[in-house]
């Protein structure tokens, strides 16, 4: 089999077994997660006109901008695609009934309680996925009836669970509780990571740092840069006093590191960390002043791309990481 | 081919092409980590005799006590076994002279300058492992010449790296700047989770927190038996300051939590610290004035068996992992 420049039609025969790709109507088993400010039409556009699911990240949108993507990205692809939407999110109910009203095809909850919707979208035949960080919210979400899992270890950017259980345990912890399609998230970026995922049971991945650094990602050009420079080491997981979250290390995390190991209060890290910090960082640019949520995947990337050369990229390394592991076990 | 109750020559078999285990004589590519207090003579035989990588952990060792487990192990096994040795060892100098006079075939170093020694075992025909939690440490440990790399992810008990990065973002980042055997450490306890680190690329694993619940294991029985009946986040990396390590949740680590909570100095976390309180822990079965040093595998762990049975359940479920891999695959 020629390993170089396979397209999509190619690599959809390597998993056209698949069980998740069967669930979501997609060719390749890799979900771009929702990523506040980084995630619009452009970018699920192009990941699911590539043969994976595309996701508009409504967390940082208001009503009106989630449904001017949505009509976008309608335009721009006739596959699937799907909504983040993150169960704090202080209008959800208007997130909620454009959803349903634009028959978006697959949702995934995250950051709340997956009982309080699932049923809700499941009766307009809209697919739910939830993000779980742990075996008890995974129990939660299985009697709420989603149709998969999206199990993310505590190397994920952004928000995190409590735990800090890593991927590489928390994958074998939940696929012991469930049969349901699992899809790994956190630390992922290259083939041989995917497939080390496939081995303990997921049906797929869902990629977020990678896809920040996307040609078509809104993340500001000097945040793709920062992070396309980074090293191992260089994102710590901080705030735990409020909701742990996966930082590149800049000026505000210095800031936030300081006042932690100052024994500072929860009111005084979210006065510190006041609003807007996140816009300002990952999309105005501010290296200095704003917030980077960024993954450890980060020390993995090291170029910009478009995400349908990194989805190739990511499924050749991934048919070769194949193809060596047979070998070696072939006398 | 049947999966049940295969022995060790049927699991050899299976690793027959593998490097590691040409490299180092043995017939699984599964190392039983040094850990002090857990890791004598007793396991370490049991370990090599299944065909797996046997190790004496020499940091909690006197150095009569070391000779003592070394003549001991020359009687339980005539198969290749190691000693890990923590750089950082007080009297390291008598520990060398006993591992190059008694002929020990393998040595594990750990948490030091890999440079120091790596030569003067070689000269003496002495292979050399080390262990890293980094690419620069990893660099440096090539230059010195090691026959292999261990690299040890954040998920791993007891003393850990200061970049916190997990297993599955290490293996990549260190299969990148090398050829040579690398073994992952750090979170595995499960078969599949073996066959996801050598789809990475990695030769083999190596395995504390599993083998610390052995029966040969010399840990005590009431912290092998919290370690069994522990959950996902029962452990925490702590003592940032000093030196990051990986604790069971108790007492003791409550005290640690409310110190750094409180903005505790160096001087204070040591003075809380104190000396013995590992050999207390785990040794001595002391779980509330102990510190318990394990790995997050500990959630995947449910019950206390032999070494033996811990290494044929492990290479079954990783067979049985791969066939399904390959069965998804086939058309």
């Known amino acids: 089999m020629a390993l170089h420049n396979m397209n999509t039609q190619e690599h959809s025969l390597f998993f056209k077994q698949n069980r998740l790709c069967n669930l979501l109507d997609i060719q390749i088993p890799v979900i771009q997660a929702g990523m506040i400010w980084c995630s619009g039409w452009k970018l699920a556009a192009a990941v699911s006109n590539t043969g ?7 967390g940082s949108m208001y009503p009106d901008v989630l449904k001017t993507h949505i009509a976008h990205i309608k335009q721009a692809t006739t596959k699937p695609y799907g909504v ?4 704090f999110y202080p209008d959800i109910d208007a ?5 349903i009203h634009e028959k978006v095809p697959i949702v995934i909850t995250s950051a ?13 035949d809209i697919k739910v996925m939830h993000v779980i960080a742990n075996r008890k919210f995974a129990l939660k979400a299985l009697e709420a009836g989603v149709d998969a899992l999206i199990a993310e270890g505590v ?3 952004g928000h995190n669970g409590f735990e800090e259980t890593t991927t590489l345990t928390l994958i074998p912890l939940i696929r012991q ?26 049906d797929g991945v869902q990629m977020g ?4 650094t996307a040609e078509e990602s809104s993340a500001h050009d000097n945040f793709k840069q920062m992070i396309i420079n980074s090293a191992e080491g260089d994102t710590e997981l901080r705030l735990k006093k409020l909701i742990p979250v996966r930082l590149l290390k800049n000026h505000f995390y210095e800031l936030v590191r300081q006042a932690e190991e100052n024994a500072a209060s929860v009111e005084e890290l979210k006065a510190l960390l006041g609003r807007g910090r996140a816009k300002k960082g990952m999309f105005e640019g501010d290296l200095i002043e704003g917030e980077l949520e960024i993954g450890q995947a980060a020390a993995l990337i090291n ?6 050369i990194i989805i190739h990229q990511l499924i050749n390394e991934y048919i070769k990481s194949y193809q060596n592991l047979i070998q070696q076990h072939t006398n």
Do not use: C, R, W
């Open 303 to 308: 170029e910009i791309k478009p995400a349908s």
């Open 52 to 58: 994976g699911l595309g996701i508009i990240g409504a």
């Open 112 to 124: 709340g309680n997956p009982t309080l919707y699932t049923q809700k979208f499941k009766k307009h």
């Open 177 to 202: 509780i469930t049969d349901i399609p699992l899809i790994a998230a956190g630390g992922i970026a290259t083939g041989s990571q995917m497939l080390a995922a496939i081995a303990m049971g997921a």
């Open 95 to 99: 997130h909620i009934e454009t959803i």
């Open 155 to 157: 190397e994920a950017g």
């Open 209 to 212: 740092t990678a896809f920040v």
């Open 84 to 87: 983040n939407l993150p169960l």
